[in-house]
């Protein structure tokens, strides 16, 4: 039988997606497949600045059979129940896009059809109070979902917060000791072959030659492969997003840990806030047509809740995707697929689905066409979806007292978007298409945390009375309070469960 097989994978660069995709293949392919070689260079330092998750990374680390409290404790890692949102749709105002459910479903409806219509008659309080996630999370508690019948405890959706530099450190020991090859070097050339295109090597700086015939390129943004050797093309969405740059620094630990990431809105971007075990991560994405550098610097570092330890680090980019993922041979994977603002902490996601996706469509040496088709049409909708939910953050604002929020609040956003946001306004409905990762939950909780409420609500919500709503809704806010009172703190979770054995120095 003929064997057309991949023998051997180059993924260049290392980082959270070059050793998120070492691990992976490692775990499925192992070292009697196929040779797996990772190129990265210790001089070139990775962006390492996405530490929030959502609640699919527990898939990944399941599917690699990863104990959950050792990967904690690795990686000073915390849990993470949602988002916070503070002076997104008016300044002084805050919401929860929590991980979890949202009230209790009724009569074959959405629960937040009932919730529209008691907020209309001055019946509800506000969407905190039927979710448990966001409720916990304001009092910093924690637990992962036990056994408990009918009880809202019996469904804690979450994620992770966790230092990524240690969690790629993680992945690697992990992938090391599953075969895969870690080959330290820079590469300097990128050798295709002449008649297909495909790429056939790459060259490091010392001159030893890496070959292969399925390459993945996590080099970043600048796309070494995927970009550089085989113009793949950029799609530049900064029109929709305009924040290009931000700085950040880490912090003084928080104590106590909230078991969320906050996202507060500033005057030409957002500044986000990440609490580990062991420090706090902080950033402020802004734009740089709205707001100097030096400005922007110092909003983040007067908005800190703690010390800075470390000065800050300046990024740059352009919000967007690659006009195609997989070329040829080569599939992009992390910051060389695109770049979309870690606003719902996605990036990771995507590193995760990219993964998934290829594995579904793993070539063989033939490199049959459809296969790449299949794969970046899948690519290309999974981005397309996110970026609509990301610039409806910024379009769903009231606000007016800056021209960057002028901007975006007027701003021509995606038909895609623009029939979401006019659905959900008539009536509440959200519609999901396909595979879209953001759920009903997720875009009724942005939608009515930053203003945005239906005119109507469903018409089947009058099959109960205003009386037998109200009765419900009470019932479930102290179903929800009752079980919030069950868990305990965030720290004491931590430190029963997944403690770091020490809170080591960090070198930035």
Known sequence: MNDRRIRKIVIVGGGTAGWMAAAAMARFMKDTFCTIQLVESDTIPTVGVGEGTIPQMQVFNRTLGIDEDDFIRKTQGTFKLGIEFCDWGALGERYMHGFGGLGRNMEALQFHHFWCKSHRDGKARSLRHYALNALAASENRFMRPVEAGDSPLSDIGYAFQFDAGRYAQYLRDYAEQRGVQRIEGTVSQVRTDPDSGFIKSVHLDDGRTVDGELFIDCSGFQGLLIEQCLDAGYEDWSHWLPCDSAWTVPSERLSPLPPYTRATAQPAGWQWRIPLQHRTGNGHVFSSRFMEDASARAVLLDSLDTPAIASPRLLRFTTGKRKTFWEKNCVALGLSSG??????????????????????????????????????????????????????????????????????????????????IALFRANGYVHKEGQELFNGISWAEVFIGQGILPEHYHPLVDNLSPQEIEQRLHHIERVIASAVQHMPSHDAFIARHCRAAAISPVTF
Do not use: C
């Open 339 to 420: 770049f979309i603002e870690p606003l719902e902490s996605t990036g990771i996601h995507l590193i995760q689905s990219f993964i998934g996706k290829l594995m579904a469509f793993f070539p063989d040496r033939t490199f049959a066409p459809i296969n790449r088709e299949y794969f970046n049409r899948e690519a290309h909708f999974e981005y397309d979806r996110i970026r609509d939910f990301i610039i409806l953050h910024y379009h769903a604002t009231r606000r007016d007292d800056t021209e960057f929020w002028n901007y975006v609040r007027t701003m021509p956003v995606p038909d895609t978007l623009e029939e979401k």
